[in-house]
């Protein structure tokens, strides 16, 4: 308390009266709020996306360069173009591979895969078995599968022909970078699988292509995750569509 000479005693004014008062914080407007979850949540989704995507991209990378041969019930060749009834340089690799496998022991049968295209004489199966016969592989060692077109085709009708026989446990021998998704489809109908690429392909591991089939792959995966988990019975589709 200060003491006037000739008055009476008066309080100081508290410190705080002295200080300038902080300006109020304005309140944002709802749509001011929504607009900055929206924007983080878009953020979020696109990174989220960026990093789903490099990782599958790697795991697509490492299955193309991973060796994976064990022994198993049977060999599953992919089918890929042949012509006039003979495979391309591409269905010759995979099927070389297949021929040193089982002459390794590593399964007693090898099931060869693949239907007609358009304007085909033969099956890419037929190719195959004539290829490997030829190779002096016991007719009553192959297995076929003459109807499918694309992959998850192939999965699901050799599913189909291999269960009455008690197999389920397979090798799959197709070029490095298709073979993440085939395995993702063997295990979605029930099969046991061990990747093994062809070595030899025309499709090389590290070549200038590399990215672009890794890409086409990925596109696949995800089309194949789509129509068996998201949209298996192809209703957003057709409700997009009408």
Do not use: C
């Not at 399964?107 to 190719?127: H, L, N, R, Y």
């Not at 970078?177 to 109908?189: G, Q």
């Not at 089939?213 to 997009?240: C, M, N, Q, S």
């Amino acid at each position: 308390m200060i003491t006037l000479r000739d008055g009476p005693a008066v309080a100081p004014l508290p410190a705080e009266s002295s200080r300038p008062k902080a300006p109020l914080r304005r309140r944002r407007s709802f749509w001011s709020e929504l607009w900055r979850w929206l924007v983080t949540a878009f953020w979020f989704g696109a990174v989220a996306l960026l990093l789903s995507g490099a990782i599958l991209m790697v795991s697509i990378y490492r299955q193309a360069r991973n060796e994976g041969a064990r022994p198993a019930q049977a060999i599953v060749v992919l089918g890929t173009a042949q012509y006039n009834g003979w495979p391309g340089p591409v269905f010759q690799s995979r099927l070389d591979h297949a021929l040193q496998l089982y002459w390794d022991g590593y399964a007693p049968s090898i099931v060869v895969t693949g239907g007609k295209q358009p304007g085909d004489g033969f099956t890419e199966a037929e190719a195959a078995q004539a290829y490997l016969v030829n190779a002096g592989v016991p007719a009553s060692s192959i297995i076929m599968e003459t109807e499918a077109t694309n992959t998850w085709e192939s999965m699901r009708n050799v599913a189909a022909i291999l269960e009455p026989q008690g197999i389920s446990d397979v090798i799959l021998v197709s070029d490095g970078f298709h073979l993440y998704r085939s395995r993702m489809m063997a295990n979605d109908v029930g099969l046991t699988s061990a990747g093994s690429p062809a070595p030899d392909s025309p499709i090389v591991v590290g070549g200038g292509g590399e990215f672009a089939y890794t890409l086409r792959e990925a596109g696949g995966v995800l089309a194949h995750l789509w129509t068996t988990r998201v949209d298996p019975d192809g209703r957003i589709l057709k409700i997009e569509s009408s």
